[in-house]
Protein backbone atom coordinates (compact mmCIF):
# COMPACT_ATOMS: atom_id res chain seq x y z
CA UNK A 1 0.00 0.00 0.00
CA UNK A 2 1.94 3.15 -0.71
CA UNK A 3 1.33 6.68 1.38
CA UNK A 4 -1.34 8.21 -0.80
CA UNK A 5 -4.14 5.00 -0.53
CA UNK A 6 -2.51 4.76 3.16
CA UNK A 7 -3.91 8.76 3.45
CA UNK A 8 -6.90 8.16 1.87
CA UNK A 9 -7.89 5.52 3.46
CA UNK A 10 -7.89 7.83 6.64
CA UNK A 11 -9.08 10.72 4.56
CA UNK A 12 -12.51 8.49 3.66
CA UNK A 13 -13.84 9.03 6.68
CA UNK A 14 -14.16 12.45 6.14
CA UNK A 15 -13.77 12.95 2.45
CA UNK A 16 -17.61 14.04 2.10
CA UNK A 17 -17.48 16.49 4.92
CA UNK A 18 -14.76 17.75 4.05
CA UNK A 19 -16.09 19.21 0.42
CA UNK A 20 -19.28 20.53 1.80
CA UNK A 21 -21.46 18.61 0.19
CA UNK A 22 -19.51 19.11 -3.02
CA UNK A 23 -20.44 22.31 -3.36
CA UNK A 24 -16.61 23.79 -4.41
CA UNK A 25 -16.78 21.11 -7.01
CA UNK A 26 -20.45 20.52 -8.00
CA UNK A 27 -21.29 23.34 -11.12
CA UNK A 28 -17.83 21.83 -12.84
CA UNK A 29 -18.26 18.13 -11.84
CA UNK A 30 -22.12 18.41 -13.55
CA UNK A 31 -20.26 19.80 -16.90
CA UNK A 32 -18.18 16.99 -17.42
CA UNK A 33 -20.36 14.66 -16.79
CA UNK A 34 -22.65 16.15 -19.09
CA UNK A 35 -19.87 16.29 -21.92
CA UNK A 36 -20.15 12.60 -21.59
CA UNK A 37 -23.36 13.20 -23.06
CA UNK A 38 -24.76 9.63 -21.66
CA UNK A 39 -27.83 8.08 -22.78
CA UNK A 40 -30.05 5.39 -21.76
CA UNK A 41 -27.71 1.97 -21.70
CA UNK A 42 -24.47 3.34 -21.25
CA UNK A 43 -21.58 2.33 -19.78
CA UNK A 44 -19.84 4.79 -17.47
CA UNK A 45 -16.19 3.86 -16.19
CA UNK A 46 -15.71 6.35 -13.00
CA UNK A 47 -12.16 5.93 -12.32
CA UNK A 48 -10.40 6.81 -8.91
CA UNK A 49 -14.38 7.11 -8.29
CA UNK A 50 -13.55 8.08 -4.23
CA UNK A 51 -16.79 7.83 -2.00
CA UNK A 52 -18.71 8.15 -5.18
CA UNK A 53 -19.53 11.56 -5.18
CA UNK A 54 -20.21 11.63 -9.13
CA UNK A 55 -22.98 8.43 -9.03
CA UNK A 56 -26.09 10.13 -8.49
CA UNK A 57 -25.22 12.24 -11.02
CA UNK A 58 -24.34 9.49 -13.89
CA UNK A 59 -27.03 6.71 -12.24
CA UNK A 60 -30.03 8.11 -13.40
CA UNK A 61 -28.75 8.78 -16.75
CA UNK A 62 -27.94 5.68 -17.91
CA UNK A 63 -31.59 4.14 -17.27
CA UNK A 64 -32.11 0.19 -16.02
CA UNK A 65 -29.96 -0.79 -18.70
CA UNK A 66 -26.82 1.05 -17.93
CA UNK A 67 -23.70 0.13 -15.82
CA UNK A 68 -21.50 2.19 -13.95
CA UNK A 69 -18.21 1.04 -12.62
CA UNK A 70 -16.56 2.69 -10.41
CA UNK A 71 -12.70 1.55 -10.05
CA UNK A 72 -10.65 3.21 -6.81
CA UNK A 73 -7.84 2.53 -5.03
CA UNK A 74 -8.19 2.71 -1.55
CA UNK A 75 -10.71 0.33 0.17
CA UNK A 76 -11.48 3.15 2.50
CA UNK A 77 -13.24 5.16 -0.27
CA UNK A 78 -14.71 2.32 -1.63
CA UNK A 79 -16.64 1.37 1.34
CA UNK A 80 -17.90 4.84 1.74
CA UNK A 81 -18.94 4.24 -2.11
CA UNK A 82 -20.50 0.78 -1.69
CA UNK A 83 -22.94 2.74 0.89
CA UNK A 84 -23.50 5.78 -1.71
CA UNK A 85 -24.31 2.83 -4.38
CA UNK A 86 -27.07 0.96 -2.08
CA UNK A 87 -28.52 4.36 -1.27
CA UNK A 88 -29.61 5.04 -5.33
CA UNK A 89 -32.33 2.27 -4.57
CA UNK A 90 -32.59 -1.38 -5.43
CA UNK A 91 -30.92 -0.70 -9.16
CA UNK A 92 -27.81 -0.36 -6.94
CA UNK A 93 -26.55 -3.76 -8.52
CA UNK A 94 -25.97 -1.85 -12.25
CA UNK A 95 -23.33 -0.21 -9.97
CA UNK A 96 -19.74 -2.41 -9.94
CA UNK A 97 -16.99 -1.07 -7.64
CA UNK A 98 -13.28 -2.27 -8.35
CA UNK A 99 -10.26 -2.35 -6.62
CA UNK A 100 -7.42 -1.68 -8.38
CA UNK A 101 -4.39 0.29 -8.28
CA UNK A 102 -4.72 2.47 -11.48
CA UNK A 103 -0.91 3.53 -11.34
CA UNK A 104 -0.01 -0.02 -13.33
CA UNK A 105 -2.48 -0.85 -15.10
CA UNK A 106 -2.68 -3.51 -17.76
CA UNK A 107 -4.55 -3.14 -21.14
CA UNK A 108 -7.86 -4.98 -20.81
CA UNK A 109 -7.60 -4.63 -16.88
CA UNK A 110 -11.68 -3.87 -16.82
CA UNK A 111 -12.14 -6.92 -19.64
CA UNK A 112 -14.10 -8.96 -16.84
CA UNK A 113 -16.60 -6.57 -16.44
CA UNK A 114 -16.96 -4.66 -19.46
CA UNK A 115 -20.31 -5.84 -21.57
CA UNK A 116 -19.14 -7.07 -25.11
CA UNK A 117 -19.39 -5.13 -27.78
CA UNK A 118 -20.26 -2.14 -25.54
CA UNK A 119 -17.37 1.51 -25.80
CA UNK A 120 -17.26 2.40 -22.12
CA UNK A 121 -17.82 6.38 -21.32
CA UNK A 122 -14.66 7.56 -19.06
CA UNK A 123 -14.89 10.12 -16.29
CA UNK A 124 -11.77 11.26 -14.67
CA UNK A 125 -13.10 14.21 -11.07
CA UNK A 126 -10.59 15.33 -8.86
CA UNK A 127 -7.45 12.88 -9.21
CA UNK A 128 -4.95 12.81 -11.50
CA UNK A 129 -3.26 16.24 -10.05
CA UNK A 130 -2.03 13.67 -7.22
CA UNK A 131 0.58 12.05 -9.39
CA UNK A 132 3.77 13.18 -10.59
CA UNK A 133 3.28 10.86 -13.23
CA UNK A 134 0.10 11.64 -14.41
CA UNK A 135 0.98 12.07 -18.25
CA UNK A 136 2.15 8.12 -18.04
CA UNK A 137 -1.22 7.15 -16.01
CA UNK A 138 -3.55 8.87 -18.37
CA UNK A 139 -1.69 7.09 -21.40
CA UNK A 140 -1.80 3.90 -20.02
CA UNK A 141 -5.57 4.24 -19.47
CA UNK A 142 -6.17 5.73 -22.68
CA UNK A 143 -4.73 2.82 -24.41
CA UNK A 144 -6.77 0.62 -22.12
CA UNK A 145 -10.11 1.78 -23.74
CA UNK A 146 -11.47 0.96 -27.15
CA UNK A 147 -11.69 3.63 -29.75
CA UNK A 148 -14.24 5.57 -29.81
CA UNK A 149 -14.46 5.79 -25.91
CA UNK A 150 -15.15 9.23 -24.79
CA UNK A 151 -13.32 10.93 -21.78
CA UNK A 152 -14.13 13.62 -19.54
CA UNK A 153 -12.25 15.47 -16.95
CA UNK A 154 -12.59 17.66 -13.65
CA UNK A 155 -9.90 18.97 -11.78
CA UNK A 156 -8.94 22.22 -10.15
CA UNK A 157 -6.04 24.16 -10.78
CA UNK A 158 -4.26 26.76 -9.38
CA UNK A 159 -0.53 28.12 -10.74
CA UNK A 160 2.55 26.95 -8.70
CA UNK A 161 2.59 29.02 -5.24
CA UNK A 162 -1.28 30.58 -5.59
CA UNK A 163 -2.12 31.55 -2.69
CA UNK A 164 -3.96 29.06 -0.74
CA UNK A 165 -2.78 26.18 -2.83
CA UNK A 166 -0.90 24.78 -0.88
CA UNK A 167 -3.81 24.02 1.48
CA UNK A 168 -5.35 21.86 -1.84
CA UNK A 169 -2.14 20.20 -2.53
CA UNK A 170 -2.08 19.20 0.98
CA UNK A 171 -5.91 17.68 1.47
CA UNK A 172 -5.58 15.65 -1.98
CA UNK A 173 -1.99 14.80 -1.51
CA UNK A 174 -1.65 16.51 -4.62
CA UNK A 175 0.20 18.99 -6.88
CA UNK A 176 -2.58 21.75 -8.15
CA UNK A 177 -0.35 23.35 -10.32
CA UNK A 178 -0.07 20.12 -12.57
CA UNK A 179 -1.72 20.44 -16.44
CA UNK A 180 -3.41 17.51 -16.57
CA UNK A 181 -5.82 18.38 -19.32
CA UNK A 182 -2.82 18.61 -21.82
CA UNK A 183 -2.29 14.71 -22.43
CA UNK A 184 -6.47 14.01 -22.86
CA UNK A 185 -5.28 17.52 -25.02
CA UNK A 186 -2.34 15.71 -27.18
CA UNK A 187 -4.93 12.74 -27.58
CA UNK A 188 -8.78 13.05 -27.68
CA UNK A 189 -10.33 13.83 -30.96
CA UNK A 190 -13.01 16.50 -30.88
CA UNK A 191 -10.67 18.19 -27.39
CA UNK A 192 -12.87 20.55 -25.66
CA UNK A 193 -11.94 22.65 -22.67
CA UNK A 194 -13.83 24.71 -20.64
CA UNK A 195 -12.60 26.52 -17.34
CA UNK A 196 -14.68 27.67 -14.68
CA UNK A 197 -14.13 29.99 -11.57
CA UNK A 198 -13.81 27.96 -8.25
CA UNK A 199 -15.93 30.77 -6.30
CA UNK A 200 -16.53 28.66 -3.34
CA UNK A 201 -12.48 29.00 -2.22
CA UNK A 202 -12.47 32.34 -2.38
CA UNK A 203 -9.10 32.37 -0.33
CA UNK A 204 -7.60 29.74 -2.71
CA UNK A 205 -6.76 31.56 -6.34
CA UNK A 206 -7.90 28.10 -8.43
CA UNK A 207 -10.09 27.60 -11.09
CA UNK A 208 -11.73 24.22 -12.39
CA UNK A 209 -11.06 22.79 -16.06
CA UNK A 210 -13.66 20.81 -17.66
CA UNK A 211 -11.50 18.89 -20.68
CA UNK A 212 -13.41 16.31 -23.29
CA UNK A 213 -13.10 13.96 -25.89
CA UNK A 214 -12.99 11.19 -27.92
CA UNK A 215 -10.17 8.38 -28.61
CA UNK A 216 -10.21 7.91 -32.30
CA UNK A 217 -7.19 5.98 -32.99
C1 LIG B 1 -9.36 13.57 -4.50
S1 LIG B 1 -10.01 11.95 -4.58
C2 LIG B 1 -11.22 12.14 -5.87
C3 LIG B 1 -12.38 11.20 -5.70
C4 LIG B 1 -13.54 11.41 -6.65
N1 LIG B 1 -13.15 11.15 -8.03
C5 LIG B 1 -14.14 12.79 -6.52
O1 LIG B 1 -14.29 13.49 -7.54
O2 LIG B 1 -14.50 13.18 -5.40
C6 LIG B 1 -8.72 11.01 -5.39
C7 LIG B 1 -9.02 9.53 -5.44
O3 LIG B 1 -7.92 8.86 -6.09
C8 LIG B 1 -7.75 7.61 -5.44
N2 LIG B 1 -6.40 7.10 -5.68
C9 LIG B 1 -5.23 7.65 -5.25
N3 LIG B 1 -4.19 6.88 -5.66
C10 LIG B 1 -4.73 5.85 -6.36
C11 LIG B 1 -4.18 4.74 -7.04
N4 LIG B 1 -2.85 4.52 -7.09
N5 LIG B 1 -5.02 3.87 -7.66
C12 LIG B 1 -6.37 4.06 -7.62
N6 LIG B 1 -6.95 5.10 -6.98
C13 LIG B 1 -6.13 5.98 -6.36
C14 LIG B 1 -8.00 7.91 -3.99
O4 LIG B 1 -8.28 6.75 -3.25
C15 LIG B 1 -9.16 8.88 -4.08
O5 LIG B 1 -10.40 8.22 -4.00
Not at 26 to 32: F, K, V
Not at 49 to 61: A, K, L, M, R, S
Amino acid sequence: MNRTLNWYNLFSKVYDLSTFGDRPYRQARQRAIQTLDLQEGDVVVDLFCGTGVNFPYIFPEIGPDGLLIGVDGSAGMLDKARRRAAQLGPDASRIRLLARDLRDIQPGFLEDVLPDGKTPKVLITLALGVFEAYETIFANLYDAMPNGTRFALMEVFAEKGARGAWLLDFVGQADVSRRVWEPLKARLSAYQEEWLPAHFWRFIKSSLVVASGVKER
